[in-house]
């Protein structure tokens, strides 16, 4: 079609070029791989001045997808948005936990959201391993609490779940009181599980290439 790139590779470095245009702030240049992502899949350059990265949390990250950690999501749409081929490179795998037989029973015995539930049920396979939240602020809030146990503590915790109902308190409570775990998260409603998963691929796509 005339006046359109049709190249994927033009798309791309064209659609990075105009981003970078819309940068404000200073970012190491393993960062600005996630931020950049970011900000492509969501189409908002505003989005820049509520990501935040724990200054542990690219590196912690890397370290764990090259031990072969696996990815641990809160909703098969994260889950499915990973770029598991390259994981599989790493030795990882991404999982989800929600359908997992026990969970709907459990979480009704509990009185806690399903996704709750699922995290606290495989809690043993939170160690190590990249948690990526895009959906339930509840699910956040739960690996925050496991987080606390040496034996269930993540390596890094992407959260970014959204909505209006706990979504901004569960990422200010992860980014205000929980410094001491290596994070990377979008403050305030906005998030989502696409974004959940670019981030991860981010990482992903940089610990590949270190390899080579």
């Not at 989005?47 to 999501?73: C, D, F, M, N, Y």
């Amino acid at each position: 079609m005339k006046g359109f790139i049709t190249d994927p590779l033009e798309i791309e470095r064209e659609s990075m070029r105009i981003i970078h245009g819309y940068l404000q702030q200073e970012w190491t240049e393993q960062e600005l791989k996630v931020v950049e992502r970011c900000i492509h899949t969501s189409g908002d350059p505003t989005l820049e001045s509520v990501i935040r990265i724990h200054p542990q949390g690219i590196e912690a990250g890397l370290k764990a997808l090259q031990q072969g950690a696996p990815v641990i999501t809160d909703v098969e749409m994260v889950r499915a948005g990973i770029a598991k081929k390259q994981l599989a490179q790493l030795g990882g795998v991404a999982e989800c936990f929600l359908s997992d037989p026990r969970v709907a029973d459990q979480a009704a015995e509990w009185g806690i959201t399903r996704s709750m539930a699922a995290l606290r049920l495989n809690k043993e396979r939170l160690k190590g391993a990249i948690v990526a939240i895009g959906n339930a602020p509840t699910a956040l809030l739960e690996v925050l609490e496991l987080a606390q146990d040496p034996e269930t503590r993540p390596a890094l915790v992407v959260g970014i779940p959204v909505g209006f109902v706990g979504a901004r308190e569960s990422k200010d409570l992860l980014w205000d009181e929980h410094q001491e775990l290596p994070s990377i998260t979008i403050l305030g409603n906005r998030g989502g599980s696409p974004l959940a998963a670019t981030c991860v691929n981010a990482l992903i796509y940089l610990a590949v290439n270190r390899e080579i």
